[in-house]
Structure formats: structure tokens, C-alpha cells
């Protein structure tokens, strides 16, 4: 007995309707997401008595927020590792190390986040440095 044998045709998938529920899915996600940018963070200074410090016109602030996020000149960081620390002051500083810096840290900030902004003007050689507390006889808002 002969069998007739057919030619296999080679199978293809075709990738065209794959492609176009991606983008729709893209198109769909860009759309709909909203994005919010904080415009302050909040804080709670600590207490501390003595003299208000004279405001300069450039400067930069660190904020230090309760878990320890840091945002410098009220712009969040995306992670609280050294290096991204230090990016962000080199380059809102321009190089110029001269420009007073401020750490401004919640009262519940971790130790080690106060100790790490401190560390990174160290290591970029600012010498003006100086820690924001709120007068003792202020009250909490």
C-alpha cells in the first residue's frame, strides 16, 4: 500500500496582532496614569534653643523625611544610597562647594540618614554645613 504524503508547509506566527495589543496596552497605561508630584514634604524639626541663622540666596537643602528619604532643594532622590546623594548636590552645587548647605531633618528621622547627608557634603568638601531645628518655644503644626 502507497500512502500519498502531503508537503508540511512551514508554520509561521504572526507577530503584527501581538504588536498592536502591546502598543494599545502602552497607549492605554499612558493615558490613564496619572502622575502627582509632591509639592512639600513634611517634617517635624526637632527642638533646639539659640539664634535663627541668616537666609542666603543660593543654598541647598537636604530634607530627610521620618523613613529616611532624602529630597534636595524639594526634589525627592529615588533611592537613599550615598551615591545619589551626592549626584544630585554636585549637580545643583555646579562644583562650587562654597554654597551654604542645610540638612533638614524630621525628629523620627534614622541616625544613620542625618550621618549619610553628612558624610556626603564631607565628601564633596562643603564646609558651610548646618542642621535645621525649630525654636523650643515654637509650637507643632
Known amino acids: 500500500m502507497k500512502f500519498a504524503r502531503r508537503k508540511r508547509e512551514d508554520v509561521e506566527v504572526n507577530l ?3 504588536i498592536d495589543v502591546v502598543f494599545l496596552l502602552l497607549i492605554f497605561f499612558m493615558v490613564s496614569t496619572t502622575f502627582t508630584k509632591e509639592t512639600r ?11 535663627a541663622a541668616q537666609i542666603v540666596d543660593k543654598q541647598i537643602e537636604i530634607t530627610i523625611t521620618r523613613n529616611g528619604e532624602f ?3 524639594e526634589v525627592a532622590l529615588v533611592n537613599n544610597k550615598l551615591t545619589t546623594l551626592k549626584r544630585a548636590i554636585e549637580k ?5 562647594t562654597s554654597i551654604p548647605l ?4 524630621d525628629s523620627a528621622t534614622p541616625h544613620q540618614s542625618v550621618v549619610t547627608a553628612m558624610d556626603a557634603a564631607g565628601q564633596l568638601g562643603f564646609i558651610h554645613l548646618s542642621i535645621t531645628t525649630r525654636n ?3 509650637q507643632e503644626s
Not at 545643583?92 to 562650587?96: F, R
Not at 542645610?102 to 531633618?105: F, G
Open 102 to 105: 542645610i540638612i533638614s531633618a
Open 71 to 73: 529630597a534636595v532643594n
Open 41 to 51: 514634604i513634611a517634617i517635624n524639626l526637632p527642638q533646639a534653643t539659640g539664634d
Open 136 to 138: 523650643s518655644g515654637e
Open 92 to 96: 545643583i552645587s555646579e562644583g562650587d
Open 16 to 18: 503584527t496582532p501581538l
